[in-house]
Nanobody, 123 residues
C-alpha cells in the first residue's frame, strides 16, 4: 500500500502561480496529477513515467510543469499563468504496474490516490 499526501493548493488571481507537492510513502515509478470539479470526470493533467518522460493535457501545456525528486519520493506540479478554468481539486496518483505511455493520463492506470488539494483561481 502506498500513501500519497498532497499540499500547496490555495486561492490565487488569474495570471498567478502555485506549486503543488505530493509525498509518497515509498518509491513508485508512475506518478501523475489529476484534477476534478463537481459534476465532472477526473481528468489527467500531467504525468511522469519514472523513466524521464512526461506528458501533459493540452489545456495546460506551456503553463504547467511536472517534476519529481526520487530521493524524497516526491512529485511536484508548478502551475503558472493560472486561469479560472484551472479551478479544481488536484489529486496525486501513483502506480507500480507496467503501463503504456499513452495511458499515463488515464485515471484507471492508477491504483493509489491522495485526498487532493484545492486550487481556486479568481478572475
Amino acid at each position: 500500500q502506498v500513501q500519497l499526501v498532497e499540499s500547496g493548493g490555495g486561492s490565487v488571481q488569474a495570471g498567478g502561480y502555485l506549486r503543488l507537492s505530493c509525498v509518497a510513502s515509498g518509491s513508485i515509478p508512475h506518478m501523475a496529477w489529476f484534477r476534478q470539479t463537481t459534476g465532472k470526470e477526473r481528468e489527467g493533467v500531467a504525468a511522469d513515467n519514472g523513466g524521464g518522460s512526461t506528458t501533459y493535457a493540452d489545456s495546460v501545456k506551456g503553463r504547467f510543469t511536472i517534476s519529481r525528486d526520487n530521493a524524497k519520493n516526491s512529485l511536484y506540479l508548478q502551475m503558472n499563468n493560472l486561469q479560472p478554468g484551472d479551478t479544481a481539486r488536484y489529486y496525486c496518483a501513483a502506480d507500480r504496474r507496467p503501463t503504456y505511455f499513452s495511458l499515463l493520463l488515464q485515471k484507471n492506470t492508477y491504483a493509489y490516490w491522495g485526498r487532493g488539494t484545492q486550487v481556486t483561481v479568481s478572475s
